[in-house]
């Protein structure tokens, strides 16, 4: 295999490593979303409970 051939399949794993982290980055982001969300509903549930 010549020098270019294996850095290019270097670079192409490191890629396909990044793309995997960054995957699972977006699904923790949404999974934090959901939370938020939730926590989010909680509070005005709260909030207006003490008003009425």
């Given at each position: 295999?010549?020098?270019?051939?294996?850095?290019?399949?270097?670079?192409?794993?490191?890629?396909?490593?990044?793309?995997?982290?960054?995957?699972?980055?977006?699904?923790?982001?949404?999974?934090?979303?959901?939370?938020?969300?939730?926590?989010?509903?909680i509070l005005?549930?709260?909030?207006?409970?003490?008003?009425?």
């Amino acid at each position: 295999m010549s020098t270019l051939f294996r850095q290019r399949q270097k670079q192409l794993e490191l890629e396909e490593k990044r793309v995997a982290e960054i995957t699972l980055l977006r699904k923790a982001i949404e999974e934090s979303n959901v939370i938020q969300k939730e926590r989010n509903e909680i509070l005005k549930l709260l909030l207006t409970k003490d008003k009425i």
